[in-house]
C-alpha cells in the first residue's frame, strides 16, 4: 500500500470527513469557477482537474464510512422468538371471544345489495369484452 493509502486507512473518520469536505468545495469551486468565466481553458481545467479531487473526495468521503462500520462495535440483534412462543403471547393478550355473542347479532350495518353489485360488474366485464361470433 502506498504511503498516502496507509496514511488514509490510519485517520481518524472525523479528519477524513473534514478532507473529503474540503476537497468537494475546491473542485465545486473550480467547476463554478469554469460556468462563470465561459473561458475554454477554465472549462478543460475544471473537467480535469476538478472532476479529479471530486472522485478524490468521494473516495476520503467513502473510505471514512467504511472504516466507521468496520470500527463500530456489533450491536446485539433480538433473536426472533420461536412461533410457539409468539403463538402463546399473541393467544395471551388477545381477549377471550364468546361465540355466543356472535349467534344473537345481526349484522344491521350490511344490506344485501353488496351481492348485487358483483354482479353489476360481472355484467359490465360481460358487455366490455368482445363478443365472439
Given at each position: 500500500?502506498?504511503?498516502?493509502?496507509?496514511?488514509?486507512v490510519?485517520?481518524s473518520v472525523?479528519?477524513?470527513?473534514?478532507i473529503?469536505c474540503?476537497?468537494a468545495?475546491?473542485?465545486?469551486?473550480?467547476?463554478?469557477?469554469?460556468?462563470?468565466?465561459?473561458?475554454?481553458?477554465?472549462v478543460v481545467?475544471?473537467m480535469?482537474v476538478?472532476h479529479?479531487?471530486g472522485i478524490?473526495?468521494f473516495?476520503c468521503?467513502?473510505?471514512?464510512?467504511?472504516?466507521?462500520t468496520?470500527r463500530s462495535t456489533?450491536?446485539?440483534?433480538a433473536?426472533?422468538?420461536p412461533?410457539?412462543?409468539?403463538a402463546?403471547a399473541?393467544?395471551?393478550?388477545?381477549p377471550?371471544?364468546?361465540p355466543?355473542?356472535d349467534?344473537?347479532?345481526?349484522?344491521?350495518?350490511?344490506?344485501?345489495?353488496?351481492?348485487?353489485?358483483?354482479?353489476?360488474?360481472?355484467?359490465?366485464?360481460?358487455?366490455?369484452a368482445p363478443?365472439r361470433a
Open positions: 500500500m502506498s504511503r498516502i493509502g496507509h496514511w488514509l490510519h485517520q472525523t479528519h477524513l470527513l473534514r473529503a474540503v476537497a468545495l475546491l473542485a465545486l469551486s473550480l467547476m463554478a469557477y469554469s460556468v462563470i468565466s465561459l473561458k475554454p481553458l477554465p481545467f475544471a480535469s476538478g479529479g479531487i478524490f473526495a473516495l468521503y467513502l473510505l471514512a464510512v467504511i472504516l466507521d468496520r456489533p450491536r446485539p440483534s433473536a426472533p422468538s412461533p410457539a412462543e409468539r402463546k399473541a393467544k395471551d393478550s388477545s377471550p371471544e364468546d355466543a355473542e349467534e344473537g347479532e345481526d349484522d344491521e350495518g350490511e344490506d344485501d345489495e353488496g351481492e348485487d353489485d358483483e354482479s353489476a360488474e360481472d355484467d359490465e366485464n360481460a358487455e366490455d363478443e
